[in-house]
């Protein structure tokens, strides 16, 4: 019989070894730890070296995920980098299949920013359902350091950098339970890693626009009037199509963006705070990574067991969010 179902099999993660921590940012810009960690619940955050890539990042973590799933890079049919910040604009997903060595996966770059993860666990399920890959390896990895104002409190202390990677197989039990995605582009001004081209003429009457990407911009009062209204709400018509109530879940895990967010999400859903998986004390917003980084710690803390049910969640940029119910392991 055609396995048509999905399973995670296999998670892991890597973070780069500097961290900056509130206290010494505070030199940096003028802040304090306390500030910091009543508005946002971050300690600390990693940054990548310039020596350090985001392709070497991903590479680490699909490694981890891949020995954990019990394969090699050569049984991977398929690799979807999440991303927003690639080595590359070209993309950055060929790169890792090189260094893995995976010579039978096709590869690309998938780009939803903070909601890349979930976007990206949809988009992998949909290959193995329709019985074209078998074993799909999915990245979400940011170096956001590359794009912050260092200078900008209100997003200099958010950020951090990171991977984390799973490893989804065809399986006769479909684990991937319901989800939603969706976006809306009329509020995409309040959040932008923005093109700013300047004209260059090339001839008379010949005009180009050519310049570079300018730092994360933010209206943070309305990313989080917009998350936890929306949140909730597609994680309740996920459960729907789940065909299950908020009590039959066992972890709430979201986007790790702001510790504030989480408990408003959780206490709009009814959620218990001992069933909110959180990290962002301690890498800060690490975007498209932050999702699969946190089920990582959590799988391997032996917090999270197999067959366990989570409700994840992205939401950011674009402005997009989406949903996805699904059990851990086969």
């Not at 891949?66 to 070209?90: E, H, K, Q, R, V």
């Not at 010949?206 to 209206?219: D, E, K, L």
């Not at 799988?299 to 950011?316: E, K, L, N, S, W």
């Amino acid at each position: 019989m055609q396995k048509l179902g999905i399973a995670i099999t296999g998670s892991g993660s890597a973070l780069p070894e500097t961290s900056l921590d509130n206290q010494t940012l505070s030199t940096l810009v003028e802040t304090s730890d306390e500030w910091i960690t009543t508005r946002t619940g971050i300690c600390q955050r990693r940054l990548a070296m310039p020596s350090e890539s985001l392709s070497n990042l991903g590479a680490k973590a699909s490694m981890q995920a891949i020995s954990s799933a019990g394969i090699t890079p050569a049984d991977i049919d398929l690799i979807i980098l999440a991303t927003s910040s690639p080595d590359d604009l070209f993309g950055s997903a060929c790169q890792i299949q090189a260094q893995l060595g995976a010579t039978k996966a096709v590869a690309f770059d998938l780009t939803a920013a903070c909601s890349g993860f979930v976007f990206g666990l949809v988009t992998a399920a949909q290959y193995i359902r329709t019985g074209v890959y078998q074993n799909v390896l999915l990245i979400g990895a940011d170096i956001l350091s590359r794009w912050v104002d260092w200078q900008d409190r209100r997003t200099c202390v958010l950020f951090g950098d990171g991977a984390g990677a799973v490893v989804l197989q065809a399986n006769e039990s479909d684990r991937l339970l319901g989800f939603t995605l969706k976006s809306d582009g009329t509020q995409n001004h309040y959040l932008n890693l923005a093109y700013q081209p300047s004209s260059q003429e090339l001839l008379p009457g010949v005009n180009i626009g050519q310049g570079t990407y300018q730092p994360i911009t933010m209206n943070g009062k309305e990313v989080y009037r917009f998350a936890v209204q929306r949140v909730p709400e597609v994680i309740d018509k996920a459960l729907f199509q789940a065909n299950l109530t908020v009590d039959q879940i066992d972890w709430l895990l979201l986007h790790q963006a702001n510790q504030r967010i989480l408990d408003a999400v959780a206490q709009r859903l009814n959620i218990p705070q001992h069933k909110v998986i959180s990290n962002l004390a301690n890498y800060g917003n690490t975007s498209a990574a932050s999702i699969p980084i946190a089920l990582d710690e959590a799988v391997r803390q032996g917090t999270i067991q197999p067959h366990d049910t989570i409700a994840a969640a992205g939401f950011g940029a674009g402005l997009t969010w989406g949903a996805a119910i699904f059990q851990w392991g086969r």
